[in-house]
T-cell receptor, first 111, second 117 residues
Framework: DTEVTQTPKHLVMGMTNKKSLKCEQHMGHRAMYWYKQKAKKPPELMFVYSYEKLSINESVPSRFSPECPNSSLLNLHLHALQPEDSALYLC??????????FGPGTRLTVL | AQSVTQPDIHITVSEGASLELRCNYSYGATPYLFWYVQSPGQGLQLLLKYFSGDTLVQGIKGFEAEFKRSQSSFNLRKPSVHWSDAAEYFCAVGIMNYGGSQGNLIFGKGTKLSVKP
């Protein structure tokens, strides 16, 4: 089973809202990733967690706050977003330095 | 610096015709190479990967890719395209970070495949 699940599928939020994206995998992977993908562009890496510790933050604005409560779960907390943050947010997981498997994504629209 | 180039932004092929999508990479060490496919509004699905060994790798959905070190290429091929293959295709190189605790992906800009009936 190579399934990564993400909820919600779609999210619309205002610029003053607080919301969270959730990602889950049960493959025993110890690395988890958040990517942002704008239309007609490749995914851009935002954060990497390795063994539940944040190991990479690609200079992402503080209005995005990741959290890894355990080895199966990854959250992305959103606060005071801007319209330009509207995008497809993808989660992925892998064994250390292994193949990344992606979830279906959350389509985020910021009004 | 590591980079991946997909020279073709958009390719149109007829259903049943053969397909080759090009990918060139720049990386100082032996690369881990991947091809992913993405349908509109969906996540990325792994088609195939190359880590080492046989330079011709087979993937899902009848796709294959060949690693050519001398040309720094990892081109994707399919002998007969089906209408359901219409999608965006991303080539990526995986690089090690921080003692190999995780690998990051450097993506090409993608090639959009359209299939004519």
């Amino acid at each position: 089973d190579t399934e990564v699940t993400q909820t919600p599928k779609h999210l619309v939020m205002g610029m003053t809202n607080k919301k969270s994206l959730k990602c889950e995998q049960h493959m025993g992977h110890r690395a988890m990733y958040w990517y942002k993908q704008k239309a007609k562009k490749p995914p851009e890496l935002m954060f990497v967690y390795s063994y539940e510790k944040l190991s990479i933050n690609e200079s992402v604005p503080s209005r995005f706050s990741p959290e890894c409560p355990n080895s199966s779960l990854l959250n992305l907390h959103l606060h005071a977003l801007q319209p330009e943050d509207s995008a497809l947010y993808l989660c992925a997981s892998s064994q250390p330095a292994g193949t990344q498997y992606f979830g279906p994504g959350t389509r985020l629209t910021v009004l | 610096a590591q980079s991946v180039t997909q020279p073709d932004i958009h390719i149109t092929v007829s259903e049943g015709a053969s397909l080759e999508l090009r990918c060139n990479y720049s990386y100082g060490a032996t690369p881990y190479l991947f091809w992913y496919v993405q349908s509109p509004g969906q996540g990325l699905q792994l088609l195939l990967k190359y880590f080492s060994g046989d330079t011709l790798v087979q993937g899902i959905k009848g796709f294959e890719a060949e690693f050519k070190r001398s040309q720094s290429s990892f081109n994707l091929r399919k002998p007969s395209v089906h209408w359901s293959d219409a999608a965006e295709y991303f080539c990526a190189v995986g690089i090690m970070n921080y003692g190999g605790s995780q690998g990051n992906l450097i993506f090409g800009k993608g090639t959009k495949l359209s299939v004519k009936p």
